[in-house]
C-alpha cells in the first residue's frame, strides 16, 4: 500500500519561511517523478513544484518561482519543499503527490498517489 504522509505546514507570518516533508512507503521512491499542490479554500487544486526521479530537474509554478525549492532524499524515500518569503495569497492546504514516470507533469490526473495534506497559513 502506498502512502505519501506530509508534514511541517504550519502558522506563519508574512515574510517567513516553512519546510514541508513527505515521507513515502510502499512505492519504489526512486521510479517515480515527486510533485507538491496546493488547494485554497474554493479555488482549484493548484501545481507548485515537481522534481525528477533523480533530482536533476525541478519545475515550479509561476508564483513559486524564486520563493520555493523543492528537493529529495531518495536514500530516505523524502521529498522536502522549503518556502521561503511567505504571502497571505500561500495560504493553502499542500498535498505530497507522486507519479511513476519522468516526465514533470503540473496537472493533478497525471499523479497516482496523494498524501492527506498539510495547511500552511500565513498571516498578514
Known amino acids: 500500500q502506498v502512502q505519501l504522509v506530509e508534514s511541517g505546514g504550519g502558522l506563519v507570518q508574512a515574510g517567513g519561511s516553512l519546510r514541508l516533508s513527505c515521507e513515502v512507503s510502499g512505492l519504489t521512491f526512486s521510479s517515480a517523478v515527486m510533485a507538491w499542490f496546493r488547494q485554497a479554500p474554493e479555488k482549484e487544486r493548484e501545481f507548485v513544484a515537481a522534481?525528477?526521479?533523480?533530482?536533476?530537474?525541478?519545475n515550479y509554478g509561476d508564483s513559486m518561482k524564486g520563493r520555493f525549492t523543492v528537493s529529495r532524499d531518495n536514500a530516505k524515500n523524502m521529498v522536502a519543499l522549503q518556502m521561503n518569503s511567505l504571502k497571505p495569497e500561500d495560504t493553502a492546504v499542500y498535498y505530497c503527490a507522486a507519479r511513476v514516470g519522468d516526465i514533470l507533469r503540473t496537472d493533478t490526473r497525471s499523479y497516482d498517489y496523494w498524501g492527506q495534506g498539510t495547511q500552511v497559513t500565513v498571516s498578514s
Open positions: 522534481i525528477s526521479r533523480r533530482g536533476g530537474r525541478t
